[in-house]
């Protein structure tokens, strides 16, 4: 009799934790733009709520959309809206997209620090990465040969800069696609013809940063709109959050969570 009772407290035991683990488990995965803010919130939070677990990936906005459209996991991160035709996808499988603004970014338009290239306008930025323009001097630089560099197509940073700087055009076959801000950031700094672009927070010394249109991409410049290629990043829950997932979008919502956001390098909502 003792040994029978020992035996059902351990399958409850063991039924009941996993259970337990799974119920304070957060899942998000997507954007590599919103990646560093979901890191740095998460640490914080786990550290005020020691109980919870956030697991965060990354893979582009597109692969975090896809996630929470088959229910893999509670949060997608992304660095653009859900296009209409994905809100249908996901509303067919009974998911219901939410989105949570996160904070506010712009799209840096990235060179080389040898480049003395300082503004370029959103028609010359669309004739380069279409290929009509294939050397720094015909936009007032050296005679150099561009190299053109951009994000892959799952990218929301890819698909906000496609409908912003190139109108829907088509990116010129020559050019380096790259699976994330870093790469990027990377690669121009490392490339004495390139260009590039990404998200605020990944800007470094090893990049020069062009102005758009005569406008530099400042906090000023993204919250007033001035800045032609400036966005919010989301993350997005099926239907409204609740328990922990709400508490922990909260928190990044919150002034504490917003100063995180500030120092990752991106800007806050408010």
Known sequence: M?????????????GILPLLAQRNTITCSGSTTVLPIAQATAEAFMDLNPDIN?????????????ALQNGTVQIANSSRPMKSKELTQAKSKGINPTPYAVALDGIAIIAHRSNPVK??????????????IKDWSAVGGPKLPIVVISRDVASGTFEVFNDKALNGAKVDPSAQLLASNN??????GSTPGAIGYVGLGYLT?????????????SEKTVKDGSYQLSRKLYM??????????NKYLAFIQSSAG??????????TLN
């Open 2 to 14: 003792h040994n029978k009772i020992i035996v059902l407290i351990l399958a409850l035991v063991l």
């Open 54 to 66: 956030i697991s965060i990936r990354g893979g582009g906005s597109g692969v975090g959309i896809a």
């Open 119 to 132: 503004n370029l306008t959103v028609a010359q930025i669309r004739d380069i990465y279409t290929g009509k």
């Open 183 to 188: 790469a990027i950031a990377t690669t121009v």
């Open 205 to 217: 010394d090893e990049v020069k940063t062009l102005s758009v249109n005569g406008t530099e991409a």
């Open 236 to 245: 997005y829950t099926n239907g409204k959050a609740t328990g922990n997932v």
């Open 258 to 267: 917003q100063k995180i956001v500030q120092a990752q390098g991106f800007i």
